[in-house]
Every structure is written in C-alpha cells, then in structure tokens.
C-alpha cells in the first residue's frame, strides 16, 4: 500500500466521531455488568456478609486446592509437553498476570454477580423454585445441578462465539498462542456475566435456598482448568466422557473452525450439538491462537511490555469492529505512515 493511501486511511479513521472511535455492545455489557455487581454488594452489605463472602470466595476458589492442582499440572506440562517451551515462556508469563486478575478482581467479581444472579432470579421469576426437587437424595440433587450448570456454561460458550459482542470479550481467551493450564485465567472480567445469570438458573431451579458444597465447585474448576493443559492427554475411552487437553486444544486451534469442542467438562453437550471433534492418539499438537493476530499479542515480534500489553488486551473489546486497538496501537508503536 502506498504511503500516501495509508495516509488518507489514518486521517479517515481519526476524522472519526468520538462515538465511532468506540464498541458500544461492550459499553452495554460493561454497563450489566456493573448493574449486577451493585445488587451483588447491596445483597450481601443487607445480610453483613460482603466481606465474609469475598473472604469465602477467595479461600475457595483461590485456596490450596486450586493452587496444588495448578502446581501439579504445571509438573505434568513439564514432564510430558504436547508442546515443548521454555517454563518462562512469554504466553506463561503473561496469563500468570491472568491468574493475579482472577485472584485480585475476577474472584470478587463473579461472587458478586452469582449473588445478584440468584437474588434477582428468586425476587423476579419466584416459580422458577420448582418445589419436585424436595425428595430428591442430596447427591442426585447436587449430580442433577452440576451437569445442568455445565450446560448453561456450553450454551454460553456457544453464545460467546456465536454473537459478535460477546466474542470481542470471549477472543482474548481465545488469543493465546502458547496455551498452557494458566489460559484458564485468561479471560476478560466481562466475559463472565451472562455465564453466571445463566448457570444461576439451574441452581435456583433444582436447589433453591440450598447450598452447593464449595469443594465441589473447586472441583469443577478444576475439570474445567485441567483441558487448558499443555500436555497430548486424550483420556482414551474416557474422553468420550469428560473433555480431555487434547479435545479442547482443538477448540483452541489457530487454523479452522472453533466454534467446535465447546463443552467445558462434558463433551456430550458437543455430540447433541454436532460439534464434537475428537483427537487422534499420537496426532500432532494443533497451532493453537487467532489466526491474522487481531488482538495484540505478547509473541508479536516486538511486544508491549507485559503489564502495558495486559491493559491494551482489556481494552480491545471497547475498540470498534474493523479498526481495532490493533490498529490504533501499531500506529503509536510504529506510526502507521511508516508501516505503508
Ligand atoms: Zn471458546
Ligand atoms: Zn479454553
């Protein structure tokens, strides 16, 4: 391209109403967003339980149990990589600063937006407590639930690549060119409201008022996390049955459709849905990221700084389609006329 084309393309785009400089679907969703959290905080300050419950939170989903699978996985990445890489590999390093998000903002966050979830489902739509499940044995109950909160988490996945708006927040997850089991963490903070509202609903549906033993979400992280692993497992006949790393490397893929291998711990979602594609035993490892590098990478050739590169990959979703932050950050690194 000339440089006298790219010119009159960078003064077009700064020529820009301040309106047009911006992703208004990702302005709505932050906004929902918001709105939940602050029902989240009003919920728990009524009963005095704010803190307690961050405190709860923080324990159960950032505890040892989490920390000691991470530490392990970490081991069995090292012993037998699908991939070989440098331990201090820049995708490692980056989604580590991921994994301090979660612990410092997004722990918080999806307390707040699983209370305000269940407090707005039971105060709005009271006869979705469906009063069958009273006589039902407390380990089918909670089986029941678990399975049909993995559901809603497939068709929020589906929804997070189906839709535009929500891919722009599901993409970052998405970006990672060097997937290993602190991809888990890589996720932006907005990306998690429609997938609380709608894992809200079946655990309102069958277990009302009472409670799901904190070991056993731990637990689901944890199957959830696992496949993030950057080892070859496939799980042979059992990954018919829980989603393998192998299986959801697939999805992670940088080549091909990825709207495939949706499911986070049951692959039987993507068998009634048509979309399972299961690895091969032996078959090579698939590149994994965004084809094109829509979104600013920590292996482009000459990347931000890690911290700087973890705001501009937040930010991106707030850029509008087709002039992304991409764009507009090359230009500052590099000045666009120059590029031409
Ligand atoms: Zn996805
Ligand atoms: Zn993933």
Redesign the pocket.
Known sequence: MSRNATDLQVSARTRRRPHQRLYLPSFVLAAVTAWFVWEGVTTLQRYGELGSALAGARAELAGPLVLVFVAVALGCERLWPAERRRLLAKGHLQDALYLALFVGVMIPLITLLGVASAHLLVAHVAWLEAPWTKSWPRWLLVGVTLVAMDGCNWLTHWADHRYAALWRVHAI??SQEE?SIL??FRTHPLVHTASFVAAAVPVIALMGARPIAPVLITVYLCLGAL??ANVPWTFGPLGKVVVSPAY?RI??RADGRNDINLAIVLPIWDILARRAVFPERGATPCRTGLAGRPIPVEQDAVPLRLPLLLLVQLAEPFAPAGTTSRETYDQTRWGAPARG
Do not use: D, E, I
Request: no cysteine.
């Open positions: 997850h998405h997937v991809t888990t496949p993030h959801h999805h992670h």
